[in-house]
């Protein structure tokens, strides 16, 4: 009987002793108590270790993300800035055909004084000799052809009538061309000042235009600058969350480090703060709970959060790791959970029918921390509040697109 014993029952052994019972009571109870000891530190140590691995998971995933989003915003800042380079040379030219149009407006301008000096002389001309050649012109017409006759009748000497003869005519004739150059000048003139006008109206009408398209091109250029500044802001803090993920992602192999370097169970830890920072995961957080907005960030009465619609008794869940810093009725919000994230930044669940969390708990992203109740309109819903630096934030910033 004792050869076919294990080595396990065989004498001196702990498991024969124990069973056996070759050890006192109290020795066996402390040694009992050992086993269930070490069995939950073993316990504790593998789940924390499951925590710490998931962590450095989501933060792997996060940081890619944020890479891809840096990718995405350097891309679009090319794009911007060679839209930028094609509007300045727009506007170079559109300076330039300004400028030239301002030098033909100018020289029209000019062309148009003088043209309106040289008619206003004229006219001032005609005005002083329309008397004389008024009157010469009415006495012609009066006498008619008695007139040369008797200019010709009053010539003494016969010799001379040809020559009076020819006076006559020339005399007829240089007024006859003196008023036909006189009025082909003033519609010369006055052809070539209705001319310069319509030109120049045309030049008006062009260098407004060339002035609306420049002030266009002026605001798509400035529309675009402003457009860089905020791309690189998004840069500037995409980079910041990034560096700040990757200290949170270094901690947490360093303690997976540890750990696989010291796989001797040690006494569990008081629950800390996440490790993992909440901004670098803006846009990426889960929703609390099911169902569709209600009440909007900075309206009505509790302004500081949403009111999601949903069922009663519906499932809240954490929508980031944390610890919580409260757990019970709250005025006004019926039962409250508040859970820290660490850096002043909290989220709120509020209006729960029961509390699955208590005070000082840890809770992983996802985590139950109660179900939905009544809000102060009487229907289900769930209240939900973000707050980034201490400051209320609108969740639907944070949470993911659905």
Partial sequence: MANRCSRGSEPGTWGW???????????????????????????????????????????G??????????????????????????LEVDRQLKAAQLKQTDA???????????????????QDADAASRPELRARLVELYKLGEARYLRVLLSTPDLR???????????????????????????????STRQTLEE???????????EEKAQAALD????????????????????????????????????????????????????????????????????WPTTGTVRGRFGRGSRANGIEIDTEDGAYARA???????????FGGFGNLVIVDHGGQSFSLYGDLLELAVKKGARVDRGQLVGSAGATPSG????????????????????????
Avoid: M
């Fill in 199 to 209: 030109r120049a109206r045309r030049l008006s009408k062009v260098r407004a235009d």
């Fill in 17 to 59: 002793r124990l069973a056996a019972g070759g050890w006192p009571r109290t020795q066996r109870a402390l040694l009992v108590a050992g086993f269930a000891s070490f069995a939950l530190t073993v316990s504790a140590q593998q789940s924390d270790r499951a925590r710490t691995e998931a962590l450095a998971a989501r933060a």
């Fill in 104 to 122: 033909e407006v100018a020289k029209v301008s000019a062309e148009l004084d003088g043209l309106n000096a040289r008619l206003a002389t004229l």
């Fill in 379 to 402: 229907v289900p819903g769930l209240y939900f509040e973000l707050r980034i630096d201490g400051q209320p934030v609108d969740p639907l910033q944070w949470l993911r697109k659905r």
């Fill in 219 to 286: 605001r798509a250029a400035a529309a675009r600058n402003a457009l860089v500044r905020d791309i690189d802001k998004k840069r500037d803090l995409n980079a910041e969350l990034a560096g700040e993920l990757q200290a949170a992602q270094q901690k947490l192999q360093l303690a997976l480090r540890d750990a696989n370097a010291n796989p001797e169970p040690r006494n569990p830890e008081p629950a800390t703060l996440n490790p993992l920072p909440i901004k670098p995961f803006k846009g990426d957080l889960d």
């Fill in 319 to 329: 929508v980031h790791d944390g610890l919580v810093a409260f757990a019970g009725p």
């Fill in 160 to 190: 001379r009538v040809g020559e009076a003869t020819r006076t006559v005519a020339a005399l007829a004739r240089l007024d006859r061309e003196r008023v036909a150059r006189h009025q082909q000048t003033l519609a010369d003139l006055t």
């Fill in 61 to 86: 995933e996060r940081l890619q993300a944020l890479q891809r989003e840096a990718d995405r915003l350097a891309s679009e800042e090319r794009t911007v800035l060679g839209d930028l380079q094609k």
